[in-house]
């Protein structure tokens, strides 16, 4: 899913420690940097006992990333970490010249996949499989699942930081009850309810199609359910006609399936998810379920009346196929964010930076912090810290999907180039809309492979 839209990448304020409407509005704006860290802090880190760090500035999450340096700083003063924040965009463009110019800086803030195998095959980032083999209390402390977006050809090339989000199914309790019908546990079950709901003038699935992304999501689940996520990694392996695996073409075709009998809300191309219209319809009631990221959750509690507070909104993670080989516990979506080591750093630079990985990321106290922001810190046993909030019950449900998920895959259109990924996204449009055969995704989708 494109990182550049927050409500994608962060869930809105839940119940700790951030009031809702602060946060929804710190999500939909970019903060400037901060004074303690400056522009002249990133920009390569000269001095032998200083390391620069750039990330991005929006808030609340700026904050939690700056009091983890200061803290770092405090407790290292021959080892310091000087600091840069900026906008999603502008951090983009100035880390892309940076690196192709040998000028990173030490320590660089991504989300790993794609963009991470263009560093690693440019030589401008450190391996740090043998780091982790040394330090194994530093990766058993974190999710298994955070890794996948971190390993490039079987070698980790960054540390899995911060937060994840899975890709949640969603229902409405109360028209699952006017309908009198139960939530499904297989593919066949969808495909049952489908004109169960249709009959009582209610759409079976929302959907913004508008924005492709959300399309993707589905597609996402179904290769994993019918054939494991081995499916889409020869894919992102560039593998020669990965998407021809036979998994993929039946994926391909149930989509289509679903479409076909009407299983989307009436004119979905044309509704955007930027907007929140796809949630509104699960909330009002004009819809049964939604497939939507977790970040979907903070929204509808805040502009939904008393859906998430009245106990309305159920949420489950995507059933199994029927005969696929997928673990039904796998799950899709934003895994964490992730921090590499610039090889062109100077040894003492690369050390404090492998100080800062090992005692501050996801610390305790940061991961009190992440938490405070309403999301799910990648580390085992943050659920603990969601104990007696308001929405426990949500935060504990994300945290058992993230913690027991066998494989949690990066969303596509992250995982692969950016030139790929738009590929990707034009032809699951064209894919949903029954304008190209599942032959012809594959076809097209095969010409793309490795670009």
Known sequence: MESTTPSRRTFLALSMGIPLGAALAACGTSGPAPAGGGASGGSGGNAANKA??????????????????????????N???EFTA???????????????????????WG?????????????????????????????????ASSFGAATIDGKIYA??????QPIVLYYNKKIFEQVGVEPP?????????????????????????QSRWTNMMWLE???????????????????????????????????????????????????????????????????????????????????????????????????????????????????????SISSKATPEQKEIAKKFFATAVLNDEDVKEWAGTGAVPIVNGADSAFAGTKDEAFLKFVYGIASNAKSFAQSWDQALSPTAAEALLDNIAKLFQLSITPEQFVSNMNAVIGS
């Open 111 to 143: 989300w790993g996949g794609g963009t991470l195998r263009t560093y690693v095959q440019a030589g401008q980032v450190e391996d740090l499989t043998s780091w982790f083999e040394q330090n194994s209390a530093v990766k058993d402390r974190l999710f």
């Open 221 to 339: 689940f179904l290769f994993d359910r019918i054939g494991g996520p081995e499916v889409f990694q020869a894919v992102f392996d560039a593998k020669k006609d990965a998407w021809s695996h036979p998994a993929a073409i039946e994926a391909l075709t149930k989509i289509q399936d679903l479409v076909k009998a009407d299983g989307f809300i009436k004119g979905f191309s044309s509704i955007t998810a930027d907007s929140n219209a796809d949630q509104a319809l699960l909330y009002t009631g004009k819809a049964a379920m939604m497939l939507h990221g977790g970040w979907t959750y903070g929204a509808m509690s805040a502009d939904g009346g008393d859906f998430v507070s009245g106990g309305h909104l159920g949420y489950m993670n995507f059933p199994p196929v029927e005969g696929g080989k997928g673990d039904p516990s796998n799950t899709v979506g934003n895994p964490g964010q992730y921090l």
């Open 86 to 108: 900026m906008q999603n965009d502008a951090y983009k463009t100035k880390i892309k010249t940076a690196i192709g110019a040998g000028q990173a800086p030490t320590i660089i």
């Open 52 to 77: 620069s760090y750039w990330f991005l500035s929006v808030q609340p999450q700026e904050g939690v990333r700056t009091r983890a340096v200061e803290r770092f700083n405090k407790a290292n003063p």
């Open 185 to 209: 546990e297989s593919w066949g079950d969808i495909m049952a309810l489908v004109p169960k709901f249709n009959a009582a003038g209610i759409a079976p699935f929302s959907l913004g199609g």
């Open 159 to 164: 540390m899995p930081a911060e937060t994840m």
């Open 79 to 81: 080892g310091q970490i």
